[in-house]
């Protein structure tokens, strides 16, 4: 009975062995297929390191450019395009690259010291100025965006700060209204990276800073 048993047995072994899938049957890639993955993986990585480069680097020059501002009565402006949006004809909301630019500016903004927000009657625009009235627990006031000469000469006699959120066509005219440096026009199909820090202090002056902040643009 116990040869009968271990004869079993070996013949169940090898029956198991013959019906197990070799891995490599499945797993098998090219040495030039393992090579590109390498490659992508790599650049991936240096693409997620180098945002957050530049998201640490921004974030130290928008402090510095907040403290150098004197500690009177200025009004500091800061502008910006909305993010990216859906490719619809008719008033488009903002895609995920939109949405997660809409979340960096929050982020960027947390400690500005923001007292108001600003936004045109537009989707895309008050979805970007949602992100950053949801983490101060600010109210967006909406604008005309073909007349915002008059809110801006209301803002200039606050002494507080605040964000206007606009257009690739106005937001250069309102840096310039307040006599501001716009740094050229905003190119309409790609660029969002765009973040205006203008002082306009108690005499008048005006003084400008352009940030980039998120995915920067490549004319």
């Known amino acids: 009975m116990r040869e009968t048993s271990e004869t079993t047995l070996m013949m169940c072994n090898q029956t198991k062995l013959r019906t197990m899938p070799k891995p490599h049957r499945f797993l098998k890639a090219s040495p030039s ?77 947390a400690d500005a010291g923001l007292t108001s927000i600003h936004s045109t ?6 979805e970007t100025a949602q992100a950053v009235a949801e983490r101060l627990g600010l109210e967006i006031k909406l604008y005309d965006p073909a007349e915002p000469g008059e809110l801006l000469d209301a803002l200039l006699e606050t ?10 066509n106005t937001v250069p005219d309102m840096v310039a209204h307040l006599g501001g440096e716009p740094s050229g026009t905003i190119d309409e199909e790609g660029e969002y990276d765009r973040l205006y820090v203008v002082t306009v ?10 940030l980039r902040y998120g995915e920067r643009f490549e004319p």
């Open 159 to 168: 002494g507080a700060r605040h964000l206007l959120i606009g257009h690739s």
């Open 201 to 210: 202090g108690a005499d008048g002056e005006a003084t400008t800073v352009l």
């Open 121 to 126: 009657d537009y989707s895309r625009t008050r």
């Open 33 to 109: 297929e393992l090579r590109i993955s390498a490659r992508t993986a790599k650049l991936k990585q240096f693409r997620r390191h180098a945002l957050a480069y530049r998201t640490a680097l921004l974030l130290f020059l928008l402090a510095f450019a907040l403290f150098s501002i004197p500690a009177r009565a200025d009004t500091v402006f800061f502008l910006a395009r909305h993010a990216e949006k859906q490719n619809m004809a008719e008033d488009p909301r903002l895609n995920e690259d939109g949405l997660r630019r809409a979340a960096l500016l929050a982020d960027l903004l």
